[in-house]
């Protein structure tokens, strides 16, 4: 047990949430579920990135003032993780007056510290990714995530020497005994990291001459640079005045991001902090990016899906999970509403929805609905309980290495296990040939249900306390996982659901 500090990006104001937000902030939630579980203090952080120049023009364009533009999409930030269950503990806006404050204060000790100076900057800048691009970042010219062209920008800005820090971050990846360690995940994206650090860095500019964001303390007329402004969100909302709460959770234990945004996260963000004399947070891990239906997700191509579409034609719980589940977190991937379909299908209405429906209908139609009492161990038994057992044990493996679609593979796997069970002792005929021995295949079933139930908390909230209601118990999580799924805790005796509905109708 310990404390778990785990964030998200905070997303761009620019537009409503679309499913890629949605995929991070659930990968988070589900972590952030499962650390709870494991008895961790833990701050789950996701919020909103309001400043800069993309969001200004953006509000311009619509003819809105940029506070009641900022306003309104937060609101559906907001709206869309309630939806989805996001168990967040805060959700920081960069408008916020106490984030404004935090940041003021950490640039002022910024300035102190002597690593920023004045001068002037020209370049291509891409006002969607808020950053600028050297000649050869850009792929025909453009910008290689929004493919856009850059705009030209030169202006008298302030910089941060980053390029004093290469060695300082190259020991803190590289050397777990470096007192900055941190570790930045997977291999590809720490080695891409490196070898761009090694090939060295550029002093970054950190304030921009536009009125929408926090203006510099040491010089009004500028603002904070949108990136330096959004990374702060990390520090400001443990309350980075107060240095008794601040303690409570920094270094943070887990960045979360698709990799994109590597670079802000796993050097500038370090070498900010390092200047200052906090410490780097414990691990930057950028996951893939995916397309839809084989084609990048974008307004002009008019096929950017949003999380309330997959809701409403899957449910919240299987859109978690469907998500997820669809590529290996950490690689490229693509999400495919008909592959969605067929898993949901397969997986979740045939499999997991049928063993839960058919096994209590049978304690149902056999026993009165009233859970029997186990006999002796026999036959498949010993194999079934092994079965539950591993896959409680490599479920806890799995989302700790952040493998979601192992875990996922690691419930499917008992599940098909279990299944298999019902095949192989047949409680229809024993309901005629044998009492004593249907008495304990049913108890096995159910208990199986039992550890399913909870092993599905993480991705499946409400199916978790749907499951477990079923079968006349409650959700219980109060003990670490492993304690909870240790085989045989279920009481017999108790009244399973009289008319449970499918878990996962058909579509
Ligand atoms: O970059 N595949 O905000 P943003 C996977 N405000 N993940 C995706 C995705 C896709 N196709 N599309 C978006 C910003 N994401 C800054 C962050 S943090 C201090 C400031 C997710 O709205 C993924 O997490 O552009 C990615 O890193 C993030 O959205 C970018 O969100």
Known sequence: MGKFFITTPIYYVNDVPHIGHAYTTIAADVLARFHRWLGDD????TGTDEHGVNIYQVASAQGVDPRDWVDRIAAEFKRAWAELLISNDYFIRTTDARHEAGVRAF?????ASGDIYKGRYEGKYCVNCE???????????LCPIHLRPPVWYAEDNYFFRLSKYADRLIAAIEDPEDPNHYEVEPPARRNEVLG???AGLLDISISRAIPWGVPLPFDPDQTVYVWVDALLNYITAIGFHDPAAFDRYWPADLHLMAKDIIWFHAVIWPALLLAVGLRPPRRVFAHGFFTVNGQKMSKTLGNVIRPGDLVRRFGVDATRWLLLSQFPFGQDGDIS????????NAELANDLGNLVNRTVAMVNRYCEGVIPEPGPEEGPDGELKAAAVEAGQAFQAAL????????IAAINGLVARTNRYIEETAPWNLSRTDRRR???VLYNQAEVLRVLGHLVTPFMPETARTICRYIGVELDLSRPPAETVRW???PPRVRVEAAPKPLFPRI
């Open 438 to 440: 249907l008495g304990t």
């Open 400 to 407: 700790a290495a952040l493998d979601f679609s192992g875990a």
């Open 337 to 344: 509403e008909g592959l969605m379909a067929q898993r949901y």
């Open 107 to 111: 640039m002022e000790r910024l300035y």
């Open 131 to 141: 950053r600028f691009y050297s000649e050869d970042e850009l792929v025909d010219g």
């Open 196 to 198: 761009k650090i090694r």
């Open 488 to 490: 045989g805790q279920l």
């Open 42 to 45: 833990v701050f789950f952080l």
